[in-house]
Structure formats: C-alpha cells, structure tokens
C-alpha cells in the first residue's frame, strides 16, 4: 500500500511538472484592433511583403503584430511591436514562394 501511495503521489508530481511546461508563454490576452488603435495596411509591388502600421491612440502601452495570410504558403506573422501611448510603429512580415492574401494584426494591453 505505501509503494503504490508514493507511485501516485510521484505520478501527480510528474503530471503537474509535465503540465506546468505546456502551459502557453503568451500569458496575455490577444484581440483585434479596437477603438484605441488606428491601424492600417499595405503590400508591396511583388505581394510577397505586408505590413501592418498602427498607432496607439489608448492611454496604455500596448504590443501589436501584423499577421499575414499567405496563399499556397504557410501564414506568418511579423514581430510583437511595443506601442507607448500616441506613438506609431510598423510589423511586417514575407510569403515566401506565394503572394500575401490578407493582413490584419494581434494586439495586447501591457
């Protein structure tokens, strides 16, 4: 009884721990752009490149980034852009091998 008592108890151990590593680095929450942020985007001459500028008109920072469907390729994102309050960056981002077939952006409050 006491073997099998620290079978499980180790078993539980090994779960949670195996558990604790699955759990998403991104711990914060994403969403679409709201009233707070005045984004816009554009792709280049060959439709390969798209970015996404956006402007933080919140008073809070904030991380954006330009996600970009592509069209026989896989879709791909530019990097996460911190935004202090009333400033303007950009996130852009490549298809490679297809053309880009849409781009809008992640965002998250800091």
């Not at 699955?22 to 929450?29: G, I, M, N």
């Not at 954006?64 to 202090?84: E, H, K, M, N, S």
Request: charge should be positive; glycine fraction near 12%; aromatic fraction near 4%.
């Amino acid at each position: 009884m006491r073997n099998r008592r620290r079978a499980l108890t180790l078993g539980a151990a090994l779960t949670l721990a195996a558990v604790a590593q699955l759990a998403p680095a991104e711990a914060v929450v994403k969403r679409p752009p709201g009233g707070g942020e005045a984004c816009t985007y554009s792709v280049s001459a060959d439709g390969h490149d798209a970015t996404a500028v956006c402007k933080n008109n919140n008073n809070h920072p904030i991380e954006f980034r330009a996600v970009i469907v592509c069209g026989w390729t896989w879709d791909t994102t530019g990097p996460w852009i911190t935004l202090q309050p009333g400033k303007r960056k950009a996130s852009s981002g490549r298809c490679g091998g297809s053309g880009v077939g849409g781009v809008s952006v992640d965002v998250r409050d800091l």
